[in-house]
């Protein structure tokens, strides 16, 4: 059975850090693209970073380049997003997703963790 587990989400201040980790289980997820995906209440599902198989490539949604990271460790498993300078708007459900390809849809999502930012 294929799972995507999310954890590191939590309650933080304003301008703190949190990590995030993704560990995928059930099939072999090396090849994979990897993605984190946010929603918060009444607002859409929103695209946050990306991780292709090899960890070469990485894509970030407009609203987190430049304090957010995704990164997977040599072994492929797990995925993490570094999440810096945060803000309230930053406040979420995480989802991590995973996709056979860089262009495929995405198959597999986790349960998501919440992450709280307070001003």
């Known amino acids: 059975q294929v799972q995507l587990v999310e954890a590191g989400g939590g309650l933080l201040q304003a301008g703190g850090p949190l990590r995030l980790s993704c560990v995928a289980s059930?099939?072999?997820?090396?090849?994979?693209?990897m993605g984190w995906f946010r929603q918060a209440p009444g607002k859409e599902r929103e695209f946050v970073a990306r991780i292709n198989g090899s960890g070469g490539t990485t894509a970030y949604g407009d609203s987190v380049k430049g304090r957010f990271t995704i990164s997977r460790d040599t072994a492929k498993n797990p995925i993490y997003l570094q999440m810096n300078s945060l803000k309230p708007e930053d406040t979420a459900v995480y989802y991590c997703?995973?996709?056979?390809?860089?262009?495929?849809?995405?198959?597999?999502w986790g349960q998501g963790t919440q992450v709280t930012v307070s001003s």
């Open positions: 997703a995973a996709a056979s390809s860089w262009t495929r849809r995405y198959d597999y």
């Open positions: 059930g099939r072999t997820f090396s090849n994979y693209s």
